[in-house]
């Protein structure tokens, strides 16, 4: 039985090729914590926690003191059946998913190890292949941010907007539909619309002819009633991000007007994001499957859930597409907006992991 014998937290930053601007601030880089488990035999594995403060409430410093205070708790504890010593995570930091997510990605990690078993075939096995979107971030340079993803291969683009200069957000959108004409569109405002303002942006889009496929968190999180005004009007899906974290928050959405559900896991715990998974598909919610500002060893880890379970119809798993990373995670090929998951059957390997 192998078993936890040390888990350290290190923080890491790693920069991003350009500034990343959203209606809630900017970031030239990425923040996280590094939990890195290592097993009685020498093996060690890697999870990894980004989290977002406006969406949580936690910061790097939160996430660090909480890996240190639990982190100890579970050396001994057996990794060849994962369901306790994640159920024991969750009794610690009920409150805390970002850092949940670095433990419990540590955890799954160590069992795939373990049992020589990928976390796709785990979670399901449903494909190996998926396709993401890439972000257009709220700078002037938004039309040629485009151009250069449609070269890539990357045929579906999320526009940040939000900001309170809405005339500049739909120029910035029309920019963008200029300079890839036949990529598809999403709208994520990170709570920056109040409801009517909302309706009013995505009509005047469609009114010329822009394509968008979906309206994400219009409103503020806690205007449950705003997102579901917004939802039983708009022409096009709307869906809760900020608004869906916790388990309690899935179900009090899944008897609402509200289309679908974006599930993260460094915003919903991974155990979260699965539980999620089930509570949508049980309400007939539609199923997006987003991430922070994460490497591409976490979107390696969200690839292998959207593979696995089969169960989202919108993927943004774009963080290897926009962080400059020294080395990237062997877990999978990237072509475009296309995700390869390369375990073959087997256990995927991450840099920093060892048989």
């Known amino acids: 039985m192998p078993r936890i014998r040390a888990i350290e937290a290190q923080p890491f930053e790693t920069p991003l090729h350009g500034v990343f601007v959203t209606s809630r601030g900017s970031s030239d880089k990425a923040r996280g914590v590094a939990v890195l488990l290592q097993l009685d035999d020498g093996r060690t594995v890697r999870g990894e926690s980004v989290p977002a403060s406006y969406v949580t409430g936690e910061t790097r410093e939160t996430v660090l003191e909480t890996v240190q205070q639990v982190g100890p708790t579970l050396i001994g504890m057996d990794v060849s059946d994962y369901a306790g010593p994640i159920a024991h995570i969750e009794r610690l930091a009920p409150h805390q998913p970002s850092a949940r997510c670095g433990m419990e990605m540590a955890i799954f990690l160590a069992w795939s190890l373990v049992h020589g078993m990928s976390l796709r075939r785990l979670w399901g096995g449903a494909s190996s292949q998926c396709e993401t979107d890439i972000t257009i971030p709220l700078v002037p340079e938004a039309g040629a941010l485009a151009a250069q993803a449609w070269q890539r291969g990357i045929r579906f683009l999320k526009v940040k907007v939000g900001q309170s200069d809405q005339e500049g957000d739909l120029q910035r959108v029309r920019e963008v539909h200029r300079a890839a004409p036949e990529a598809l569109l999403r709208l994520d405002a990170n709570q920056g619309f109040l409801p009517d303002e909302a309706l009013r942006f995505v009509d005047t889009l469609l009114n010329e002819s822009i394509p968008i496929q979906l309206l994400e968190q219009p409103v503020a999180k806690e205007d449950i009633a705003g997102l579901c005004y917004v939802a039983q009007r708009?022409?096009?899906?709307?869906?809760?991000?900020?608004?869906?974290?916790?388990?309690?928050?899935?179900?009090?959405?899944?008897?609402?007007?509200?289309?679908?559900?974006?599930?993260?896991?460094?915003?919903?715990?991974?155990?979260?994001?699965?539980?999620?998974?089930?509570i949508g598909r049980a309400a007939g919610k539609r199923l997006m499957l987003g991430c922070m500002l994460e490497?591409?060893?976490?979107?390696?880890?969200?690839?292998?859930?959207?593979?696995?379970?089969?169960?989202?119809?919108?993927?943004?798993?774009?963080?290897?597409?926009?962080?400059?990373?020294?080395?990237?995670?062997?877990?999978?090929?990237?072509?475009?907006?296309?995700?390869?998951?390369?375990?073959?059957?087997?256990?995927?390997?991450?840099?920093?992991?060892?048989?």
């Open 234 to 278: 708009c022409p096009v899906p709307v869906f809760a991000d900020e608004s869906c974290r916790t388990r309690q928050e899935g179900l009090r959405l899944a008897d609402t007007p509200v289309h679908g559900f974006n599930l993260k896991i460094n915003k919903c715990g991974i155990q979260g994001t699965l539980d999620l998974i089930a």
């Open 295 to 355: 490497t591409s060893h976490s979107i390696a880890v969200s690839a292998a859930i959207a593979c696995g379970t089969g169960a989202f119809e919108f993927l943004d798993l774009d963080g290897h597409l926009l962080l400059k990373e020294p080395q990237k995670s062997a877990a999978f090929y990237a072509e475009g907006g296309k995700i390869q998951l390369m375990d073959n059957g087997a256990t995927p390997l991450f840099e920093g992991e060892r048989r």
